[in-house]
């Protein structure tokens, strides 16, 4: 079964930080590089940050040195620091596997991330 849960998501003012989590099934999991994603009203989805299974990172450069993605293999979970927010990261965070997204199959509900002072 395919599931994605996200959670971690709220209002926090500009400069502030949050850590989103997604806790996924093991068959998105495993053996898959993961990502987190969000789209901002009006907007399409866009890709935020990738990890691949052996824990190499990439990021936009809207986000380069602000966010950080990372994984724990034994609780299947893929987490996201964010630093630095500004209004512009405001939007649904969304995580999947790369191999999903593509495919646009697979997402969770989305966790809200709200940049305001």
């Known amino acids: 079964q395919v599931q994605l849960v996200e959670s971690g998501g709220g209002l926090v003012q500009p400069g502030g930080s949050l850590r989103l989590s997604c806790a996924a099934s093991?068959?998105?999991?495993?053996?898959?590089?993961m990502g987190w994603y969000r789209q901002a009203p009006g907007k399409q989805r866009e890709l935020v940050a990738t990890?691949?299974?052996?824990?190499?990172?990439n990021y936009p450069d809207s986000v380069k040195g602000r966010f950080t993605i990372s994984r724990d293999n034994a609780k299947t979970t893929v987490y996201l620091q964010m630093n630095s927010l500004t209004p512009e990261d405001t939007a649904v965070y969304y995580c999947?596997?790369?191999?999903?997204?593509?495919?646009?199959?697979?997402w969770g509900q989305g966790t809200q991330v709200t940049v305001s002072s």
């Open positions: 999947n596997s790369v191999y999903l997204a593509v495919l646009n199959q697979g």
């Open positions: 990890i691949t299974t052996e824990g190499n990172t």
């Open positions: 093991r068959s998105i999991f495993s053996n898959n590089a």
